[in-house]
């Protein structure tokens, strides 16, 4: 079975800066990227960053550009968000997502060729 398995989420205030990981659990497929999205209370679910696995190509929405960082360790099979900059807005909770299927590039950005998804860590970001 595989499961992904987010960490690092917390309480921070405006202007601060929070490090998301995201690693296998039990049998590990092959991946071709990885993916966040988040989740405002009463809002949709929201495409954040992803990153295909070979190569590196990273993929952000306009809101955070400039702010987070996507990136992995290919060693440890482990996927992180670096968050900086964070504002009020950039609470909810935090999804890492992982695609074993092969897209060009900007699909990565739909929720819906993800195949494996994460608990799920909670960001809240103070004013």
């Known amino acids: 079975q595989v499961q992904l398995v987010e960490s690092g989420g917390g309480l921070v205030q405006a202007g601060g800066s929070l490090r998301l990981s995201c690693r296998f659990s039990?049998?590990?497929?092959?991946?071709?990227?990885m993916g966040w999205f988040r989740q405002a209370p009463v809002k949709e679910r929201e495409f954040v960053a992803a990153?295909?696995?070979?190569?590196?190509?990273?993929y952000y929405t306009d809101a955070v550009k400039g702010r987070f960082t996507i990136s992995r360790d290919n060693v440890e099979i482990t996927g992180y968000l670096q968050m900086d900059s964070l504002k009020p807005e950039d609470t909810g909770a935090y999804y890492c997502?992982?695609?074993?299927?092969?897209?060009?590039?900007?699909?990565?950005?739909?929720?819906?060729?993800?195949?494996?998804w994460g608990q799920g860590t909670q960001v809240t970001v103070s004013s």
């Open positions: 997502a992982a695609s074993s299927t092969f897209f060009s590039g900007n699909y990565y950005t739909q929720a819906a060729r993800y195949d494996y």
């Open positions: 039990g049998r590990t497929p092959r991946a071709y990227a």
């Open positions: 990153i295909i696995w070979s190569g590196g190509a990273t």
